[in-house]
T-cell receptor, first 112, second 114 residues
Framework: GENVEQHPSTLSVQEGDSAVIKCTYS??????FPWYKQELGKRPQLIID?????GEKKDQRIAVTLNKTAKHFSLHITETQPEDSAVYFC???????????FGDGTTLTVKP | NAGVTQTPKFQVLKTGQSMTLQCAQD?????MSWYRQDPGMGLRLIHY???????DQGEVPNGYNVSRSTTEDFPLRLLSAAPSQTSVYFC?????????????FGQGTRLTVV
């Protein structure tokens, strides 16, 4: 089955700096890679996603890159703000299968 | 639309008790899943379903049963609760094979087994 590894487990940055979170996956059949943000006590919510036929996607301060050959994808947050502090999860899934596999999460702390 | 609705939000059980966590979605999604979230361990898949009448085991299925009699509902049953099942449980649904197959999560059920 699919195995997703996420690094780092914790990340602390100063406000205004950039943050990068990396994930690797094992199943070449995975073709959809979403990123979720989970605030304390809340449910995970999608912040950005990328499909396997795209190498990079950007949405304002957030970007995701995908290297299919190396089976890794990354989340980039620029100009971080205190409200970006949360746990971030990557996931890998096959859009024709019923399940997604999640990374273990990265706790991001943005210091004002 | 209500999205994905989970009940209850909080529950305390005694060891050995059984209960059902309810999950319903009104988005006509074929795919539904149950995850448990323990501190520092991310989301681990318990059971999932690709449509009514079809269920399959995930990563940590022991001690849990599911059924999918309708597209809308996907209840999770704890057969004999154990302290190791203390966790936050999330139900999620998503559509199959479309351009955007993000998972929509319920608000979670915080379960404590004493």
């Amino acid at each position: 089955g699919e195995n997703v590894e996420q690094h780092p487990s914790t990340l602390s940055v100063q406000e205004g700096d950039s943050a990068v979170i990396k994930c690797t996956y094992s199943d070449s059949a995975s073709n959809y890679f979403p990123w979720y943000k989970q605030e304390l006590g809340k449910r995970p919510q999608l912040i950005i996603d990328i499909r396997s036929n795209v190498g990079e996607k950007k949405d304002q301060r957030i970007a995701v890159t995908l290297n299919k050959t190396a089976k890794h994808f990354s989340l980039h947050i620029t100009e971080t703000q205190p409200e970006d502090s949360a746990v971030y999860f990557c996931a890998a899934s096959n859009t024709n299968a019923g399940k997604s596999t999640f990374g273990d999460g990265t706790t991001l702390t943005v210091k004002p | 639309n209500a999205g994905v609705t989970q009940t209850p939000k909080f529950q305390v059980l005694k060891t050995g008790q059984s209960m059902t966590l309810q999950c319903a979605q009104d988005m006509n999604h074929e795919y539904m899943s149950w995850y448990r979230q323990d501190p520092g361990m991310g989301l681990r898949l318990i059971h999932y379903s690709v449509g009514a009448g079809i269920t399959d085991q995930g990563e940590v299925p022991n001690g849990y049963n599911v059924s999918r009699s309708t597209t809308e509902d996907f209840p999770l049953r704890l057969l004999s609760a154990a302290p190791s099942q203390t966790s936050v449980y999330f139900c999620a649904s998503r559509p199959p094979g479309t351009a955007r197959t993000e998972a929509f999560f319920g608000q979670g059920t915080r379960l404590t087994v004493v």
